[in-house]
């Protein structure tokens, strides 16, 4: 090992040790900020971050790759509507994986320390650039500019070191060789074993358009720390961001002597997309799939053979069965639905309250004053646009707003269904023509399902007449079981009713945020302590982050010979 190699190991030790000490204890920690405020930054950061990002517009974009042959680029920015006019190479697929395939040879013998240590040092440079990246992720995602450098930018690394100290733990629990003696007979016998950590082979990150680099980061360096190659396929209308992570990703390859083919980028466009093409090739052996129930569900019926993580959606819901503070507890509720106009897949969409009306400390609150005081605490944040803009930014794309209206024409058709808030936009105060749409709200009966029983990529919220609170948590972890759901919600002031919906919420693999309000999200999720998507219903297989997403994506292959001279054995 070079010198260099080692320095970069010992440079990034102390973060690898913070990190697995954060989850094995599950405490707050990161390594990074995730407040844009220039404080906290070098002075002149956030100016030339967003330079950058100008500067690359109607640009071709610089990564160098095997097998270009054509360009290839049309995001819009739901801020400005205008083209980005930026191009990417598209390679062919048969350059890129074999070229991968020459890379891994001298990876996959790599000490995995190093490639740890890789790793870290990319994801060290990748937060340099985030003030570019969060301009990047506001353009093509919608995602307003505070929560596109914070979740999009330090909260995804998060993510991405999580998944390295998972890695870490999983492939150091695995000792190189070991002494073995044991008495046959009369004969002694005495083995000396060995084994390698064999990675499993290519692997293939299917981007989702909303939240490119969350599930992308923990997907790769999962992968890469293991000894495996990645391709990076990014959603086609939201590739800027993955662009950038994977020039970045082979700059520091090349620094450290590394072939940079073990980082590239697979480009397609809607009309011809390409996941497929890789998806079929024996070489690909492991893909991490993040987007839309159909493909997903597609990917989980048709791949075998391959290592496959998906997360995909669900029916997000939360159950108000009682409360102390209605005021607090609507303003949570609102802002957790309003959050990205509603494009999360921890989005509450299905609010369940009994028809009969709540408790809370002030009194007996009825179904109607519930619904309107939801209905209030979205109007503070729509109806003031400063407000609006920070929380709400821009919808990605305009079939996300006819999801909306289609949703209020069916409403107005149901006669069981009121729609308290039409959807409307908010002038956005920097983007005049940002596509903007603030929450429809309907409140039906629990005998509707037809309208509510799926997830709506949007901003709309059900309000849900349910029998009781014990039927709403019934029917919310039945539709989690059939549909899937990534985070619940609970508000109830009666313990004993918290603690018989445990059990519900558990075998319906949903996890579960229970009274939550005040400053901190109510659907904020914390790298290194919150688990992410359990695996156990519909909306992913996968959970970010646990060994299990790690330990498969290397085996172990062993050999043994009679021991060369008699020792202790080393095997525990």
């Known amino acids: 090992m070079t010198e260099k190699l080692n320095d970069l190991i010992e440079r990034h030790a102390s973060t690898l040790d913070a990190a697995i000490d954060a989850v094995n204890t599950r405490k707050n920690w990161s390594p990074f900020r995730d407040s844009p405020s220039s404080r906290f930054h070098t002075p002149g950061a956030p100016e030339a971050g967003k330079a950058a990002f100008e500067a690359q517009l109607g640009k071709p974009f610089d990564l160098d790759q095997p097998g270009i042959s054509s360009r290839t680029g049309g995001e819009i920015s739901p801020f400005t509507r205008q083209p980005l006019g930026i191009d990417y190479p598209v390679s062919d697929p048969a350059a890129l994986i074999t070229a991968a395939q020459e890379a891994m040879a001298q990876w996959s013998k790599t000490d995995p320390e190093v490639r740890i ?38 909260n995804a690394l998060d993510r991405g070191i999580e998944a390295l100290a998972y890695a870490t733990k999983a492939m150091r629990d695995v000792l190189p060789n070991a002494r073995w003696e044991r008495t046959f007979g009369k004969e002694d016998v005495s083995l000396d074993k060995f084994y390698t950590l064999v990675p499993r082979g290519i692997g293939l990150v299917i981007c989702c358009a909303s939240f490119p680099t969350w599930n992308a980061y923990p997907a790769m360096f999962a992968s890469l720390a293991t000894g495996n190659p990645v391709i990076v396929k990014p959603h086609p209308i939201s590739i800027l961001p993955m662009a950038i992570v994977v020039q970045q990703c082979r700059k520091v390859l090349e620094q450290y002597g590394f072939d940079s083919n073990l980082v590239t980028i697979a480009v397609d466009t809607m009309e011809t997309p390409i996941a497929q093409r890789y998806i079929d090739d024996p070489a690909v052996q492991i893909v991490d799939f993040t987007g839309s129930p159909r493909y997903g569900g597609h990917l989980e019926a048709t791949v075998t053979g391959k290592l496959l993580f998906t997360e995909t959606a669900g029916i997000n819901s939360v159950v108000l069965e009682s409360c102390a ?42 179904f109607d004053e519930v619904a309107a005081a939801l209905v209030a605490a979205i109007d503070i944040i729509a109806d003031n646009p400063k407000t609006a803009a920070g929380i709400m930014g821009a919808v990605q794309a305009e079939p996300s707003c006819d999801i909306v209206r289609d949703i209020a024409k069916r409403a107005k058709q149901n006669p069981d269904a009121r729609i308290l808030r039409e959807p409307s936009s908010y002038p956005h105060p920097d983007f005049p023509d940002a596509r903007t749409m603030t929450p429809l709200v309907v409140t039906l009966p629990a005998d509707n399902a037809a309208l509510y029983a799926e997830e709506h990529f949007g901003p709309v919220m059900f309000i849900i007449a349910a029998s009781s609170g014990d039927e709403a948590v019934t029917e919310a972890t039945a539709l989690a079981q059939q549909h899937g759901a990534i985070s619940s919600y609970l508000y109830s002031t009666d313990e004993a009713f918290i603690d018989r919906s445990l059990d519900a919420y558990a075998q319906a693999g949903m996890n579960l945020s229970i009274n939550l309000h005040g400053a901190m999200w109510a659907n904020f999720a914390a790298a290194y302590s919150d688990y992410h998507v359990s695996g156990l219903n519909p909306a992913g297989n996968a959970c970010l982050a646990d060994l299990a997403f790690v330990a498969g994506r290397f085996r172990i292959v062993q050999h043994r010979r009679p021991a060369r001279e008699k020792v202790h054995s080393h095997a525990a």
Request: a negative charge; aromatic letters at 8%; hydrophobic letters at 40%.
């Open 117 to 154: 240590a890789l790793c870290l040092e990319m994801a060290e440079q990748l937060y340099a650039r985030n003030f570019e990246m969060a301009h990047s992720v506001m353009h093509v995602a919608g995602q307003s500019y505070t929560q596109a450098f914070s979740g999009s930018g330090p």
């Open 325 to 366: 503070d209605l005021s607090a507890t609507t303003t949570a509720i609102a802002r957790a639905t309003c959050l990205f106009s509603a494009q999360m897949c921890t989005s509450p969409q299905n609010i369940y309250v009994p028809a009969g009306g709540i408790t809370t400390d002030a009194g007996h609150v009825s």
